[in-house]
């Protein structure tokens, strides 16, 4: 008895050590963060200012794959809604978690870049090259079922000055580390409209195919997608504080109120027809 009441106290012992552990393992990631956040003065300025209804600068320019020099503005006013990233091609980790997950998004919204809309990245690091931008476009386009020559997804490099002009507009927040050679930066993309209007943004390193979908729709103003999409981006507006669009209960019972106005509509039109057609019938019998 008394070697199993040992054996039961030293389960419960292992199980609050466990339990002690774990909780240091988070709040200590937590607190850790923090530190790093408060020691490092450079990683304070990495963040995202939201300028939603603000425009980009159309006359902002940077160089594509082909070593072609592009203002932002020939993108514009081609009834298309634009997905911008901005990232570096030599990012060792976090950019390309980013375009990856762009990548993922983009095969699961069913609505096709280069056709429905304009997907643009925009490298942060003036020192990178056309060539590297080719690369990506490459790598990328292939990842998306399409081959580089069809530039569904389009990549730049640019001049310092342009660079943070539009990252100041975006509201995007980066520094470059010269120690390690390397540029911190939040994760984040942006949609626009075909205007150049901030209409969204999307954070981390997962973009909600669903929360993708509904922002390019929005940013349209129903010029892509079909009925059906409209009608479902009445039924959600976007929640800054879940940062993704949530069902809007008054819309969806205004929905659901005037299909059932439809359907009765239908039904009695149905029923209506039916006896005028019995009606006629009996008539045309009792005439002959």
């Not at 389960?11 to 850790?32: A, D, E, M, P, R």
């Not at 001049?159 to 994760?187: S, T, V, W």
């Not at 349209?220 to 079909?226: A, D, L, V």
Request: with cysteine; glycine share 6%.
């Amino acid at each position: 008895m008394k070697a199993e009441m040992l054996k039961y106290l030293d389960q419960k012992i292992v199980l609050k050590s466990l339990v002690v552990i774990l909780s240091l393992l988070f709040t200590g990631s937590n607190l850790y963060s923090q530190l790093i956040m408060d020691d490092v003065p450079e990683l304070r300025g990495i963040d995202i200012e939201e300028h939603l209804g603000e425009y980009v600068s159309p006359d902002l320019w940077f160089i594509n794959s082909k070593g072609e020099r592009k203002q932002l503005g020939d993108y514009f006013n081609q009834g298309k809604p634009i997905f911008l990233m901005l990232a570096y091609y030599e990012c060792p980790m976090l950019c390309t978690l980013v375009l990856n997950a762009a990548a993922n998004g983009a095969r699961q919204v069913k609505l096709f870049p280069g056709k429905d809309y304009v997907m643009l990245t925009i490298s942060i690091d003036p020192e990178e090259t056309p060539k590297l931008a080719l690369d990506k476009q490459y790598r990328y386009n292939e990842d998306l079922g399409k081959s580089n020559s069809t530039d569904a997804w389009k990549f730049h490099v640019g001049e310092e000055e342009q660079i943070k002009k539009l990252a100041n507009q975006l509201g995007f927040k980066y520094y470059y580390d010269e120690k390690r050679d390397e540029y911190a930066h939040p994760a984040v993309a942006f949609i626009l409209t075909e205007e150049g209007k901030i209409a969204r943004y999307l954070y981390g390193i997962d973009f909600k195919p669903h929360d993708l979908r509904l922002g390019l729709l929005e940013a349209s103003e129903g010029k892509i997608g079909s009925t059906i999409d409209r009608i479902i981006l009445y039924c959600f507006h976007y929640d800054p504080e879940a940062k993704g669009y949530v069902i809007f209960a008054a819309n969806v019972m205004k929905a659901g109120g005037a299909l059932t106005l439809i359907i009765l509509s239908i039904f009695f039109v149905s029923l209506w027809t039916k006896e005028k057609l019995r009606k006629a019938r009996d008539e045309k019998i009792h005439a002959a």
